[in-house]
């Protein structure tokens, strides 16, 4: 029996495209994946592009063995919708210059709950919605209507979903709301609460004082002949109050008196 051996060196290179590979199947927007192209011969070089709903674009060229590609933001505008969505990686194998052929991966972006995708939301202004009370630079308790203007916007392709304002655990929607009379003073805060389409939210919150008020009171009124109880004089010391609200609080006040069954008739009166 003969047996014969040949032997070549440096065969010829197999023409077979890379399949790519990821380290990570799913990576939210602004964070990398590492792209493997596990190629089967050094000579072999590739160029990298990448699909996303209506996006594409190449991620990179003259690729060796891997590459780092950071998911870009704009992705989300062809989610607008959602927070995550498919995508696929084409992986082009070149040897010498030559297409040799393609081959794909499929990956998974998410659309993370930070800063940068949340909605932007802005209270305008917080101003007085009751008539009547321009004379006050404050606001008064159990009688103004604080109205609410605020503005709410999207960021990548998001829309607003809804608009809520919160006093005192009361809520109203809507970027220009008014709420009724509220029965408190001191500190309260207003919340303004923005969700977009993707369900994510942004809040902000801005203090407003409400001044206390009641309604004018008389703590004692008397009537006596003066300078004695056989005069012919009438002395009437009264004692009432009326909420100041901040010193801007007009106050007014007249004492009448009448034989009964005849006409008032006027004693005092003052204003200021």
Do not use: M
């Not at 029996?1 to 890379?18: C, E, F, G, H, M």
């Not at 996006?55 to 950071?70: H, K, L, P, R, Y």
């Not at 297409?99 to 794909?104: P, Q």
Request: proline letters at 4%; charged letters at 10%; glycine letters at 8%.
């Amino acid at each position: 029996v003969s047996q014969s051996r040949y032997t070549k060196d440096n065969l010829d290179t197999i023409p077979r495209a890379s399949q790519p590979t990821l380290n990570v199947s799913s990576q939210a927007l602004g964070s990398a994946i590492t792209i493997s192209t596990n190629r089967a011969s050094t000579a072999f070089t590739h160029t990298l592009k990448y699909t996303f709903g209506n996006q594409s674009g190449t991620i990179a060229t003259n690729v060796e063995d891997s590459t780092s590609w950071t998911l870009p933001n704009t992705l989300a505008n062809a989610i607008p919708n959602g927070t995550s969505g498919s995508g696929t990686i084409t992986c082009e194998t070149y040897s010498g210059g030559v297409l040799i052929g393609t081959r794909t991966v499929a990956f998974t972006a998410t659309v993370p709950n930070n800063a940068t995708f949340q909605p932007n939301a802005s209270i305008s202004s917080i101003t007085e919605g009751q008539s009547g009370l321009s004379a006050f630079s404050v606001f008064i308790q159990n009688i103004s209507r604080l109205r609410v203007q605020s503005t709410g916007s999207g960021n990548f392709g998001a829309t607003i979903s809804q608009i809520r304002v919160t006093i005192d655990g009361g809520h109203l929607f809507g970027a220009d709301v008014t709420f009724n009379p509220i029965n408190k003073n001191g500190t309260l805060t207003v919340t303004l609460l923005v969700t977009d389409s993707r369900g994510h939210s942004t809040t902000i919150t801005q203090n407003v004082t409400l001044v206390a008020y009641f309604a004018p009171r008389i703590s004692s009124l008397t009537a006596n002949r003066s300078p004695n109880d056989q005069g012919t004089d009438l002395s009437s010391p009264i004692n009432f109050e009326i909420a100041p609200i901040s010193n801007q609080n007009a106050r007014y006040y007249r004492v009448r008196y009448r034989i009964v069954g005849g006409s008032w008739v006027l004693l005092f009166e003052n204003g200021a």
